[in-house]
DNA sequence: CGTTGTTTTGACTTTATTCAAGCATGGTGG
DNA sequence: CCACCATGCTTGAATAAAGTCAAAACAACG
């Protein structure tokens, strides 16, 4: 398992008493809220590393958000060309994708050993129409999952290799301070070539530009983490590494 | 306008009578419930080009759903980079990303003068609390957003200048078919410059990549349009144009 | 330890960008 | 009505960035 002990012991087998509710669906609920919603709530499946939890082209049955470890969605297309659109971490929810025609449209891989809470679909929308605050949590995270997406566009679109790593690594740090995991160096679950897929370049590229970085006093690369050095500098390059702001 | 009088004539007043309901909010809904969503649109309001319907930043006051012409949307980062998120045409919803933190993560720009419905969203979150058909047209029509911006995601991070025009000028055109507007050579309301920032190139590069395409006959570059010629062709160099598959 | 999978490094090639120039179109004012 | 300018689009030649291919180093694991 990803997380340390100190934090997998604050989560508990019932969202009321998870350090992750502020993160994930009982966000806005109120207590009795949360607790009607705990009964429909799957806690503590697992799911082995490169296991899948569900495939592109399934039908939507379960939303799943994730307790501890990580993973990856990965999308195929007609051609059979993979991309890989996302990496989660504890608090995410998965499956969102799939409202749009009752059918995931992603494939969601876990990069190690990882536990998750499945939330039927069919028993959320009920409880949904019961209760306002759910579905306007909800509504709020699909928006919110729209937005990420539009901010990767946007840092894919734009930026060169190296702003690209740069990006990627303050964007995760992030996400772990949201979330209160512990600070220090950031751990990297995926291997290169799967940095290399979801930035869109060669694994040989990304290998490059962290030789680059480290070379610099920016960061240094521990295997399975990267340690930051250089918070300034590392934003920097993130900014730097941007294609020229033209007319338009 | 963008539409021919013809199809124009079909657009009325009301939902329950605009050609472009199936595809749009009244989706799913009985008769009566379009009825009570059409006392909350506001239909007809025009947009000049180059005018904004909303702009990154402010709260999210309303939904818009195009009846006639064309938009764009575009997000810009805290570094100043501007990267256009998407193109939209009759029938597509715009806003949906500001249901994240009730405030819109992009701005929304007229390609052409236009005319659109609106939506507010706080009438619209208190009827989706009586008609569960409505909210489930939401999350549908929210996952769908979801799912195409990953559909881009595969296509901008995984093929070469060719394939990405090529993959453009094929999606267009089907979204066009799915809409029942008219065929024949496919308008292109957007500047040269504008497709290259959607597909994070330079306008030179998009205009070499459709001289080589209009040489080899596959297309007819016509001024704001472009004649598809041989579609099967442009589908072989749409999927050519593609990164090797590596493992992985 | 030897096998396997992953990451790094090096030399070379390709692709797209950059910079610069030329062409077409459409609108404005003399 | 035409010269002029602005805007948008195309084309060409030189350059830089990232990709490819190949090999070596490293790590993990039985």
Redesign the interface.
Known sequence: MAADTASLEQLSATCSHCSLRYLCLPHGLSADDVVRLETLVDTGATIGTDRSLFEQGDAQQALYAIRDGSMKTV?V???????I?GFYFPGDLLG??????QRH??TAIALEDSTVCRIPVERL?HLS?EL?SL??Q???L??????D???????????NAEGRIASLLLTMRRRRQLRGLPEGALPLPMKR??LA?FL?MRLETVSRVLTRLQRDGVIRVLPGAIDILDTAMLRTR??QG??A????
Chains 1, 2 share one sequence.
């Open positions: 999308a297309d007609e051609d059979g060309l993979e991309q659109l969102l994708d799939g409202f749009g025609n449209q992603c929308g129409d306002p579905r306007h909800l509504m709020r699909m928006g919110q999952a729209l937005s997406e539009e901010r990767l566009l946007l840092t894919l679109g734009r930026k070539i799967e897929n869109s993130a900014g941007a294609w702001v033209d007319q338009d």
